[in-house]
């Protein structure tokens, strides 16, 4: 099997890549409006966020820089298949300007997605990992002008039309399927289990602070609840490339835009290892599933076709997991890098032990 992969350094504004309805699945993270770190980015974009933030406007501010989003937001519902579905992780964010108050970015994000015709799905809260013991802001012990700590963010969902169709058994949906524990756990509307372990491969902590990466677990996971074998995922904000590392992992294809170029040019630098990293997530997904079976005291009824596990469900027993072989690079005929990727099916026997 074999999957293609496009980076484009250039302005999501225009996905001037992209057919339309030719993306199956959009995983995303936009820059937060109202996140200092990104004032300078909005402000390029639209002078008159800058503009707003000099005259202390923050409701002018908010809204000028979700109208930036906004018109990417325009070209996803362009691209998007009929069914095809959006994942979006955004943070809302605190600020004094004219007063302290929340702006309540993931509830605009919603509106706009309504707004372009698309369905709201139920949503996930991610529980960040929290360094700090501190759990208020404002004046500590005394009431009544503290105020709680923002510790999640929002993975917003939405649908373009329908369900997708698909024939009575499909070999790729079925291929694409997750194990019945994954489910329960990938399918809860908060998630405490994730944290940024394995960002390493997506690139030095650098590149992590100037694009605000999210964590390895959060489109791989997306990306395998919501799409299948040999669909296309979008990242409009590509960063640091993490959803094309998840898509690679999960034998989807993809394609990401990126307004910095040094963050395209340096992907070659985070393949390195590429083969065994996705061996590794694989594998421990496998391994994860022989756990659950050896703890579970509940009845398995049928034998995976393709690994030496029981499983819960009928549908999970042609559940195949994959590792990158390897990959190759060329240039892109609309402009960016391309890469493909061969996979190959990871082994049923259980990962030797280090």
């Not at 991610?126 to 510790?151: D, I």
């Not at 399927?177 to 489910?183: G, I, K, N, P, V």
């Not at 992590?208 to 979008?234: C, H, K, Q, W």
């Not at 290892?273 to 997904?285: K, M, N, Q, W, Y």
Request: charged fraction near 30%; charge should be negative; hydrophobic fraction near 40%.
């Amino acid at each position: 099997m074999e999957t293609t992969h496009r980076v484009v350094a250039g302005d999501a504004r225009g996905l001037d890549a992209l057919d339309d309805d030719s993306v199956e699945l959009v995983v995303t993270s936009p820059p937060y409006p109202m996140v200092e770190m990104w004032d300078g980015l909005f402000a390029d974009a639209d002078p008159a966020v800058r503009d707003a933030l000099d005259a202390g406007d923050g409701a002018r501010a908010h809204e000028a820089m979700h109208g930036v989003l906004d018109a990417v937001w325009d070209e996803v519902a362009r691209v998007l298949v009929d069914g095809g579905l959006a994942c979006v992780n955004v943070g809302d964010a605190t600020r004094t300007l004219d007063s302290f108050r929340v702006y309540r970015n993931h509830a605009r994000v919603a509106d706009a997605f309504v707004e372009r015709g698309l369905d709201p799905l139920p949503e996930v809260l991610w529980r960040k990992p929290a360094n700090s013991t501190a759990k208020f802001m404002g004046s500590g012990t005394l009431p009544p002008n503290a105020y709680v700590t923002l510790e999640h963010e929002h993975v917003l969902v939405f649908r373009n039309g329908e369900r997708r169709a698909f024939p009575p058994h499909d070999d790729d949906r079925y291929a694409s399927a997750y194990f019945w524990e994954e489910r329960n756990r990938w399918f809860s509307d908060v998630w405490t289990d994730v944290t940024g372990a394995r960002q390493s491969l997506a690139g030095a902590d650098g590149d992590r602070e100037r694009s605000a990466a999210y964590p390895f677990e959060i489109p791989y996971r997306l990306v395998n609840m919501y799409s299948v074998r040999g669909d296309t995922v979008l990242d409009p904000f590509w960063g640091t490339g993490t959803t094309t590392l998840a898509a690679m992992a999960a034998g989807r294809s993809s394609v990401g835009y990126e307004l910095d170029d040094s963050l395209v040019a340096g992907f070659d630098d985070r393949l390195d290892g590429l083969a065994s990293f996705t061996a590794d997530v694989a594998r421990e997904r496998l391994e994860r599933h022989r756990a659950f079976v050896a703890e579970s005291s509940g009845e398995f009824g049928y034998e995976a076709t393709h690994y030496d596990v029981p499983v819960k469900t009928k549908r999970e027993r042609d559940i195949r997991l994959y590792r990158a072989e390897g990959v190759s690079r060329a240039a892109d005929d609309r402009s960016g890098e391309r890469y493909r990727v061969a996979h190959a099916p990871v082994a049923g026997a259980p990962a030797p032990e280090s």
